[in-house]
């Protein structure tokens, strides 16, 4: 059974170019204004989304289960330390850039992102490359809609991502011999990247990102195992090759460029067959339950024509 | 070998280490496991009650083997102090060691049971296929002889034998902090910490051992 339904989304209910460039003057106004902006970010801390009918029907992971259980290196390596030593970070004033092979270099205040992107709300599977998955209510946009705003040109055939590098704010970064190279890069080919799942999050649970969760932006690619899904990212760049990522330069036999979700490829030192799904409650006997994992988590109907013709095996 | 005290040192005014050793002489090991088990019946609990964060089974399983490296490190410290400040907590050894043991049977037993549901098939797929659990496992074999053997009893029936098996000890550190490192991404600093500390006390033996060969030469 898929794990979700996919909407073909009819043509008319895609937003009008003309329509959302009005809305976009229309921010512009606000802020000059002075209604909208920095000032105003506790407004922002609930975000208007439509609902979206990217949605599974599983139980969604608890809040505070999905913002205490956290894998972000930069704060620390236990998952407790996101959510503990993240508080210096200052994910606002954000400027999140793209450039590369585009026709329009751009850079965009993330505040000023979030007021004039059409925001929705979709719940989706997260599955951790160590065997864990949630249930995540995402809000944000598609990433096709910001990439098509700087105009990738026609020999862009990769994206890649960059988070922040703040040693001062990320007490994770430093020491002497550092967990990954810093910063945290990832990629998706392009096609990836234009694929009406992956989306740039800017909330979860209706509200703006903690720090722990990859505030002020992310990207969100549920197919995938959840380190690709690449957090408080400040650039993006369209490129030509395959860029590299943190943990394939880590390990590259055991994290691919890929890393879609693939119960029929183990870990070199776990299998990925099931998974443990987090937040249950109830503690050791409350019947957290174990699930097999599904291939692209579920997500197959939507993604496995990216890799007709892949053999998956080897472009892990 | 041992490094017999200087009895010239004893002349001092106040010989501290000496007044240790004999408040230690009062103490029962019996509290080493009663205190030892505080941290697994504390963490049982906090898991029982929901209260072990979202993943509530994993980390009662790194807690105990987290725990078991820590005994692991008070059982390796008994000599190096006793070596180099005449304090002696060789009674405690014992204990300190089969509290290694227990938490890592606890470590196992939780692996067993709530982590793979006693899903022998799984199980059995884990040891023949996972490096990690191998070496675990293997630890835990040898952890199994440890524990069988350190009955006073045990100790006279193997005469000499006793200390030679009981060398294995260094072999479960080592295979401990390897399996600590295979389970993890990267190389974070917790079983870096753990590796270095071990690695320091197994140093020390190796350096007592090679300075008494060439005494003995």
């Known amino acids: 059974m898929p ?66 259980y956290n894998n972000y290196y930069e704060f620390g390596t236990s998952k407790s330390d996101p959510a503990a030593y993240s508080g210096d970070f200052k994910p606002t004033p954000w400027t999140i850039k793209i450039d590369g092979m585009v026709a329009k270099p751009m850079e965009f205040d993330v505040t000023e992102l979030i007021a004039k992107m059409p925001l929705e709300e979709r719940i989706y599977r997260f599955r ?95 197919w995938k195992y959840g380190f690709k899904s690449i957090k408080s990212i400040e650039r993006i760049t369209l490129v030509d090759k395959q860029p590299s990522t943190a943990w394939n330069v880590a390990a590259p036999g055991e994290y691919g460029f890929y890393s879609n979700v693939n119960p029929e490829r183990d870990h070199p030192r776990w299998s990925q067959a099931s998974e443990r799904v987090l937040g249950a409650g109830g503690g050791f006997f409350g019947g957290g339950t174990k699930r097999d994992t599904e291939k692209f988590n579920g997500y197959g109907d939507e993604v496995a024509g990216l890799y007709a013709g892949m053999d998956l095996q080897v472009d892990y | 070998m041992e490094i017999a005290a200087n009895p010239a040192a004893n002349v001092r005014k106040t010989d501290y280490p000496r007044q240790i050793n004999k408040t230690l002489a009062r103490i029962s090991p ?47 410290l008994v000599t190096p102090i006793r070596d180099l400040t005449r304090v002696n907590f060789y009674r405690f050894r014992r204990a300190l060691g089969l509290l290694t043991f227990y938490y890592v049977l606890f470590h196992f037993l939780t692996y067993f049971t709530l982590d793979r549901g006693m899903n022998l098939p799984v199980i059995f797929v884990d040891i ?26 045990a100790i006279r029936a193997l005469g000499r034998g006793w200390a030679l ?15 600590f490192f295979m389970a993890v991404k990267s190389w974070p600093p917790r079983p870096s910490v753990y590796a270095t500390i071990i690695g320091v006390l197994l140093a020390y033996r190796l350096f007592v051992w090679v300075r008494d060969q060439r005494r003995a030469a």
């Not at chain 1, 895609?14 to 106004?29: C, D, E, S, V, Y």
């Not at chain 1, 509200?207 to 505030?215: K, T």
């Not at chain 2, 060398?167 to 401990?176: E, P, Q, R, S």
């Open chain 1, 3 to 68: 794990a979700y339904k996919f909407p073909t989304i009819p043509s008319s209910e895609i937003t009008p170019k003309a329509l959302f460039l009005k809305r976009r003057q229309f921010m512009t106004g606000s802020l000059a204004a002075g209604l909208i902006g920095a000032t105003s970010l506790p407004a922002l801390a609930a975000l208007n989304a439509t609902q979206s009918r990217y949605i599974v029907n599983d139980k969604i992971t608890p809040k505070e289960d999905a913002t205490t």
């Open chain 1, 128 to 222: 951790c490359v160590e065997a864990w998955s949630m249930v995540v209510p995402w809000t944000g946009f598609m990433l096709s809609e910001l990439l098509k705003q700087a105009e990738p040109l026609a020999s862009a055939k990769y994206v890649a991502f960059q988070t922040a590098l703040r040693p001062e704010e990320m007490p994770g970064v430093g020491g002497f011999a550092p967990v990954l190279d810093w910063p945290y890069k990832e990629g998706l080919r392009l096609d990836e990247a234009m694929h009406p799942l992956t989306l740039m999050a800017v909330g979860i649970y209706g509200d703006i990102l903690p720090n722990q969760n990859g505030a002020p932006i992310r990207l969100v690619a549920p």
């Open chain 2, 30 to 76: 019996w509290w080493i496991y009663g205190l030892g088990l505080i941290p697994a019946a504390w963490y049982f609990y906090l898991g029982a009650v929901n209260d072990l964060g979202a993943n509530p089974i994993q980390s009662f399983e790194h807690l105990l083997g987290e725990w078991a490296l820590r005994f692991m490190i008070a059982t390796l």
């Open chain 2, 128 to 153: 023949v296929k996972r490096p990690y659990i191998i070496v675990g496992m293997v630890a835990f074999v040898c952890l199994i002889a440890l524990a069988a053997t350190s009955s006073n009893r």
């Open chain 2, 165 to 179: 098996l009981h060398k294995l000890v260094y072999v479960v550190a080592t295979l401990g902090v390897i399996h």
